[in-house]
């Protein structure tokens, strides 16, 4: 997990020395990093699948199991985004007065 | 939407792919998709390297905010506790009545639905520990998916609360496109923090 972190810092550091050294060509590294991240998202997500489909006991199971996993996770989302939004409305309220 | 779809789609065209076996097997094991990963990594902290508003962004958000992690955390506990009082009220006979700490242990896993499964499979068993493995993907997929739509009902907090110890890394970019770069760096505490907490808050409902 920590390599992971490495890289966000890594590409930090070379967003920062494109933005103040080479202030030519930040348009156009920035809209080939937004480019690659859309496609390495892609490519993950197909990775994901990739991962699930060849995986037969998941696939056999995945009728039954599968409905109990969605009402969970449903409702997992449920319940934190009603409290981010509560978090949201004091926030703001307290930023105002 | 149309972003979303393309991402459905990848999905299942590699869910076809996995199924069929028609990829090679080094696919898989190569780690291939951690390279990806670390890949998509870099291009996110490039994107905030190149973006000199970071600074200002970061001063402008509330110290509050800080205690978005325990908002997660205690709403996906809740979201728990729904869920088992629906199973186990016999309303759809599809469910099997789960112990409610089940339910909390599979939803503590925040979306890491590899970290999560191994653990609950190992304390609990495989079945539950496939649930957890899916319910954990669904929750990945619900944010990468609904991120736009949970941001306009429920505020701009609430696709990173929903994204749970991911939004570190595979749902950083589809948050931070959604609710702006001024949340960056709140998402990624959040993840972290989150992330943190996921192997001691399963094992905990695990051994209750």
Redesign the interface.
């Known amino acids: 997990?920590f390599?992971?972190?490495l890289?966000?810092?890594?590409?930090?550091?070379?967003?920062?020395?494109?933005?103040t050294k080479m202030a030519a060509r930040?348009t156009v590294?920035?809209s080939l990093?937004?480019k690659?991240?859309?496609w390495?998202?892609?490519?993950?997500?197909?990775?994901?699948?990739?991962?699930?489909?060849?995986?037969e006991?998941?696939?056999a199971?995945?009728p039954?199991?599968?409905?109990?996993?969605?009402?969970?996770?449903?409702?997992?989302?449920?319940?934190?985004?009603?409290?981010?939004?509560?978090?949201?409305?004091?926030?703001k309220e307290?930023?105002k007065g | 939407m149309k972003g979303s779809l393309i991402v459905v789609g990848f999905f299942i065209l590699g869910l076809l792919a996995g199924h069929s076996g028609t990829m090679p097997e080094w696919v898989l094991s190569s780690g291939l998709s951690f390279a990806a990963l670390c890949a998509l990594l870099l291009c996110v902290g490039m994107g905030i390297g190149l973006n000199p508003d970071m600074k200002s962004d970061i001063k402008s958000l509330s110290p509050r905010l800080a205690l978005l992690p325990v908002a997660t955390i205690a709403g996906s506990w809740l979201g728990a506790v729904v869920a088992c009082t629906l199973m186990n009220s016999g309303i759809c006979t599809i469910f099997q009545p789960r112990s409610i700490t089940d339910c909390l242990a599979v939803d503590s896993g925040f979306a890491y639905y590899s970290l999560s499964s191994i653990f609950i499979t190992e304390y609990r068993g495989a079945e539950l520990g496939t649930i957890a493995l899916l319910a954990n993907i669904i929750r990945e997929m619900i944010t990468l998916l609904l991120t736009p739509l949970l941001a306009k009902w429920f505020g701009p907090l609430a696709p990173i609360s929903s994204g749970g110890a991911t939004t570190m890394d595979t749902t950083l970019p589809i948050i931070t496109q959604t609710v702006g770069q001024r949340y960056v760096a709140l998402s990624i505490y959040h993840g972290f923090v989150t992330d943190f907490t996921v192997p001691f808050v399963v094992t905990m409902w695990c051994m209750l």
Do not use: D, H, P
């Open positions: 997990m390599i992971v972190i890289f966000i810092f890594l590409g930090i550091g070379i967003g920062y020395v494109v933005r930040k590294i920035a990093t937004a690659a991240t859309t390495l998202i892609w490519l993950l997500l197909f990775m994901l699948g990739l991962e699930v489909g060849s995986n006991q998941i696939i199971a995945l039954t199991l599968g409905v109990e996993a969605l009402l969970l996770s449903a409702c997992a989302v449920l319940g934190s985004c009603a409290l981010a939004w509560a978090l949201w409305k004091t926030t307290r930023r």
